[in-house]
């Protein structure tokens, strides 16, 4: 892997991801995003990975895809590239990601944090989609997942002018969890992801589809697919567990199974 970092054992139960190509200001080609892939999908299918965090530096977590690469494109070599197959690829995950945010997260950088499932930021984080100051529009989900998160009015500003918001504004308008001090992200990062690998994983794991599921269906079509998914955890033995160890005051010691 040339341009991410994976440690596997980060921590208990915990991978971090850390986007490796700092003097671009972790801008993403096609390659960084083929290695993200690829670490995400072999961490899926890490038992000993509950939690997986994808960071960056402190000046970026990524300014966005690389636009060096991209300039001389035209419609039909982006459509044969197809980017678009590694996105939903890793939009997939299965295991929680939290996103450790400081810096830059512009275009894609920002498309990319909020398809992880949480964002801690460092105060010095902006997000934004510049995208419309290089004539093309945001296309990695940024004008359905911003605007979801922080509502139209919010997010047609943010697209239409390119204009950055801070992590404060960020937090306020509901886009990120947390906002804390440049030397303390990673670290409130890894809280969050070690509170989350204390739970059953397979409950995690049906959890983190369900509260997907909102965004993709009806309500009605929502609570029948977290319905299944509620069924399902009492076919694992976490639930036996995790349902006992309250009754008996003890803490729950889950197996994923
Ligand atoms: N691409 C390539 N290089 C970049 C880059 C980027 N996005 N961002 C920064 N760099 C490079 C700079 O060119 C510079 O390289 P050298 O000149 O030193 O060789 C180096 O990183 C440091 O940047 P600056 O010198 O510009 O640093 P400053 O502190 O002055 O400014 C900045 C920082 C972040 C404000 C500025 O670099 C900037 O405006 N960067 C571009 C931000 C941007 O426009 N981002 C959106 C890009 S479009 C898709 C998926 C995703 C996307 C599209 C399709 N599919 C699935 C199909 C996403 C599109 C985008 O993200």
Not at 20 to 30: F, G
Not at 72 to 81: P, S
Not at 211 to 235: I, M
């Amino acid at each position: 892997m040339e341009f991410i970092k994976l440690n596997k054992a980060y921590a208990e139960h915990v991978a971090l991801i850390e986007l490796n190509r700092p003097k671009e200001l972790n801008a993403l080609n096609l390659q960084l995003m083929g290695e993200l892939r690829d670490a995400l999908q072999e961490l899926d299918k890490t038992d000993e990975v509950r939690v997986i965090i994808v960071t960056g530096n402190e000046r970026a977590f990524a300014a966005g895809a690389d636009i060096k690469q991209m300039a001389d494109n035209n419609a039909i070599d982006m459509l044969m590239i197809d980017q678009f197959s590694t996105w939903d690829q890793i939009r997939k995950t299965k295991k929680p990601v939290i996103a450790a945010v400081s810096g830059f997260a512009l275009g894609g950088g920002c498309e990319l944090a909020m398809t992880c499932d949480m964002i801690i930021a460092s105060e010095t984080a902006k997000f934004g989609q510049p995208e419309i100051k290089i004539g093309v529009t945001p296309g990695a989900g940024g004008t359905q997942r911003l605007t979801k998160a922080i509502g139209k009015a919010r997010a047609m500003e943010m697209v239409l002018t390119g204009k950055f918001i801070s992590a404060e504004e960020a937090l306020s308008f509901g886009l990120i969890n947390k906002v804390v001090p440049v030397e303390m992200y990673l670290q409130e990062a890894l809280k969050l992801a070690l509170e989350i690998a204390s739970m059953s994983p397979v409950a995690v794991q049906l959890a983190k589809e369900s509260v997907n599921r909102s965004f993709e269906t009806h309500l009605d079509e929502g609570l029948h697919f977290e319905r299944k998914n509620f069924y399902l955890t009492f076919a694992s033995e976490d639930q036996t567990e995790g349902m006992n160890a309250f009754v008996e005051k003890r803490k729950a010691n889950y197996k994923g199974k």
